[in-house]
C-alpha cells in the first residue's frame, strides 16, 4: 500500500511538471509568434506604402524669354503628399542640371520659382525622387529659350540674297551660316527669323532684320533686340 502511494505520488508530480512544462512551451511559443508577426507586419506595410503609385501634374509651357527672367513652374503631386520635394531639370548636354526646387503643399501643389540664366534652348521637367510612401515620378514642363541683347536694324531685301533664298521672315548676320534659325523677341512679341542674307556692316549692330521680320515685331529704325541663334 504504501509503495503504491509513492508511486501515486511520483506520478502526479511528473503529471504536474509536464503540464507547466507545456503551458510554459505554448505561452514562449505565443510570445515568439507575437514578436515575429510584430517584426515582420510593419515592413510589409512599408513595402506596401512604397508601392504606391505617384504621378505630377504640370502645366507645359514652351517659351522664350531674357535672361534674367524670373519664371515660376506650377504643378501637382498626386497623391498629396505634404512637404515633398520636387524639382525642376534642365536638360545640359547628355546630363540634367537643377534649376530650382520647392515642397508641396497639403493640397500636393507646388511652385518652383528660377532666373533663366545664360543663352541658348534647353528642356525642362519636374521630378520628385520618390520616398517610402510613394514611388518617384517626372513629367514634361516644356522648353525654354534664354534671349541674350543684341542691336538690330532693318532693311528691304527686295533684291537677292547672299545665302540665295528668301525666307518669309529673314534675318541678316555677318557670321551665322545661311539657313540658322534665330529666335528674336521685342516689344512682347517673339519670332523665329532665318539667316538669308549678309549683313549689317555699321558697328555696334548685330542683326539686320528684312521687311517682314521687322514688321512682325513692330521695330523699326535701329533697336534693342533679344536673340537666341540656333533655337
Excluded at 21 to 34: N, P
Aim: aromatic content about 8%; overall charge positive; proline content about 3%.
Amino acid at each position: 500500500m504504501l509503495i503504491y502511494v509513492v508511486v501515486a505520488l511520483i506520478a502526479t508530480s511528473i503529471a504536474g511538471g509536464l503540464a507547466i512544462t507545456s503551458a510554459v512551451a505554448r505561452a514562449a511559443a505565443t510570445h515568439a509568434g507575437a514578436r515575429f508577426a510584430d517584426r515582420g507586419h510593419r515592413p510589409h506595410a512599408r513595402r506596401g506604402e512604397r508601392s504606391r503609385r505617384s504621378a505630377l501634374r504640370v502645366a507645359r509651357r514652351d517659351l522664350a524669354a531674357p535672361s534674367g527672367t524670373v519664371l515660376v513652374v506650377r504643378g501637382v503631386l498626386e497623391p498629396a503628399h505634404p512637404g515633398a520635394r520636387v524639382r525642376l531639370i534642365a536638360r545640359a548636354g547628355h546630363a540634367w542640371r537643377t534649376l530650382g526646387y520647392a515642397r508641396t503643399l497639403r493640397s500636393g501643389r507646388f511652385g518652383i520659382r528660377y532666373e533663366l540664366r545664360g543663352a541658348g534652348e534647353s528642356a525642362l521637367r519636374v521630378a520628385f525622387a520618390g520616398s517610402r510612401f510613394a514611388r518617384p515620378a517626372s513629367a514634361i514642363a516644356g522648353r525654354v529659350i534664354v534671349l541674350t541683347p543684341a542691336v538690330a536694324s532693318w532693311y528691304d531685301d527686295a533684291g537677292n540674297t547672299a545665302c540665295g533664298f528668301h525666307a518669309r521672315y529673314g534675318i541678316a548676320s555677318r557670321t551665322l551660316p545661311c539657313g540658322t534659325h534665330v529666335t528674336l523677341s521685342y516689344g512682347g512679341r517673339t519670332v523665329v527669323a532665318t539667316v538669308d542674307d549678309r549683313g549689317p556692316y555699321i558697328y555696334g549692330r548685330t542683326f539686320d532684320l528684312n521687311q517682314n521680320t521687322a514688321g512682325y515685331l513692330g521695330m523699326w529704325g535701329v533697336a534693342r533686340v533679344y536673340a537666341c541663334a540656333g533655337a
